[in-house]
């Protein structure tokens, strides 16, 4: 089993910037693709973006894109999120998610395990 622990929320003001980071406890996190996701109150949790497995290759949600950035560094078994230009709208509980398969996926079915999620807070 692979265990995910993300780090970084917390509270910034419009237009500041955090980042996210997600560690894992197996080496196997460095053959399968990444995804973040997110979840506001009384909303479905929602795609935010993926990164393939080695990379070289990101998409993001419309909502988040040009703002956000997937990077990856498998040497440290991590996965980050850099979030420039927050805005109130991006307020969730944000999640790293491991993928069963190589490439982004934006479906949640296709991902293994989950993180326990880290608070993102963006005051106006």
């Known amino acids: 089993q692979v265990q995910l622990v993300e780090s970084g929320g917390g509270l910034v003001q419009a237009g500041g910037s955090l980042r996210l980071s997600c560690v894992a406890s197996a080496r196997t996190f460095r053959t399968y693709a990444m995804g973040w996701f997110r979840q506001a109150p009384g909303k479905e949790r929602e795609f935010v973006g993926g990164?393939?497995?080695?990379?070289?290759?990101?998409y993001y949600a419309d909502s988040v894109k040009g703002r956000f950035t997937i990077s990856r560094d498998n040497a440290k078994n991590t996965v980050y999120l850099q979030m420039n230009s927050l805005k109130p709208e991006d307020t969730a509980v944000y999640y790293c998610?491991?993928?069963?398969?190589?490439?982004?996926?934006?479906?949640?079915?296709?991902?293994?395990?989950w993180g326990q999620g880290t608070q993102v807070t963006v005051s106006s």
């Open positions: 998610a491991l993928s069963s398969l190589q490439g982004p996926s934006g479906t949640e079915d296709n991902y293994r395990y």
């Open positions: 990164i393939s497995w080695n990379g070289g290759y990101t």
